[in-house]
């Protein structure tokens, strides 16, 4: 338990102190070629094989796993023979590539920058680059700040929580298997006659992966508003009653508690509308919805930290 307290520490210092790896040596960005290369074989199997397409996208994701996990799980297994402290030292070194809170927010401030400064154009394009997947070239003000806004909730429970209960429940091995999943899910797991098949895999295991993180970090989400002037109990009702209107089992929770929090409307259009009685976003809910994610961040972490401090201690005595 000491290592691993000592790893989640560390990894949280690097993550608040430095910027990402360089994309040359980053493995999330190395994830992220591999599934690139493997589904586009996956496309060469012909659509009306919807059963081989599955069983291609199936293979990308175990290939991929075995790929990335084993050889961190070969070097876990290896850091057991030094000096625990140094052990957790080196293992938040290796967990801190496969999760981010700075990195999510400082992308979310540029928005922010952006918008605040009136440039709408390249708003747009920082947020097609770093959050989201959608067309954002005809995106008015209001819809850049909901898709910012919607990011940053969701990768609340995508980028930050879910890896790093993944790295306590089952160390380097699990976390860095998330993070590979979710990549997938991110990059293939659409619902579109291309992708159905091929990214089905990958989205269901990121469901099933996210299902027991995703409200934790909704509640997360709640907890932190009144830190920064949000409203706790509308939180919670727009969380609780609006959440199904995603396809997606998780996304409602962290996306339904930001809307609630900051009684404004998120929308992406031809999908959902969360608190339609809201106000429109602007690029000031940008900053806070920044201010309440990071605070719920800090606070999801810190209870996990006590947790494992009690649970050291029990051991001891």
């Known amino acids: 338990m000491k ?33 690139d290369f493997s589904s586009n074989r996956c496309l060469r199997i012909p659509a009306r094989q919807p059963l081989n397409r ?6 990308l994701v175990i290939t991929g796993l ?92 995508d980028s930050f929580i879910t890896p790093l209960l993944a790295f306590m429940i089952g160390g380097l091995p699990l976390a860095w298997g998330f993070r590979f999943i979710n990549t997938a899910d991110a990059m293939i797991g659409y619902h579109s006659e291309k992708w159905e098949m091929i990214g089905k895999a990958a989205a269901r295991l990121d469901d099933l992966l996210n299902l027991i993180p995703a409200p934790l970090s909704g509640a997360l989400i709640c907890l932190a508003a009144p830190f920064s002037k949000g409203d706790f109990i509308n939180g919670w009702r727009v ?3 609006q959440r199904c209107q995603f396809q997606s089992p998780n996304a409602g929770w962290t996306i339904g508690a930001t809307a609630g929090a900051l009684d404004i409307q998120l929308e992406k259009q031809g999908a959902y509308r969360v ?40 051991n001891q005595a």
């Open 3 to 35: 290592i691993v307290l000592t790893a989640l520490l560390t990894g949280l210092l690097l993550d608040l102190l430095f910027a990402e790896l360089p994309a040359a040596v980053h493995p999330v960005v190395w994830m992220g070629k591999w599934i």
């Open 54 to 59: 599955f069983i291609g996208g199936l293979l």
């Open 66 to 157: 075995a790929l990335f996990c084993l050889p961190i799980a070969a070097i876990a297994r290896g850091l057991s023979k030094l000096p625990w402290l140094l052990n957790g030292i080196v293992t938040g070194i290796l967990l801190k590539p496969v999760f981010t809170l700075k990195g999510l927010l400082r992308a979310a401030g540029e928005i922010y920058t952006a918008l605040n400064q009136g440039d709408l154009a390249e708003a747009r394009r920082l947020t097609a680059w770093h959050l989201v997947s959608r067309d954002t070239s005809t995106l008015s003000v209001e819809k850049i700040a909901s898709a910012a806004i919607e990011s940053v909730a969701e990768n609340l429970t």
């Open 239 to 241: 969380m609780l009653f």
């Open 275 to 314: 608190n339609a009685s809201g106000k429109e976003p602007g690029a000031a809910d940008i900053r806070k919805s920044c201010r309440i994610v990071g605070i719920a961040g800090i606070i999801g972490f810190t209870v996990a930290v006590l947790l494992f401090v009690l649970l050291l201690s029990l």
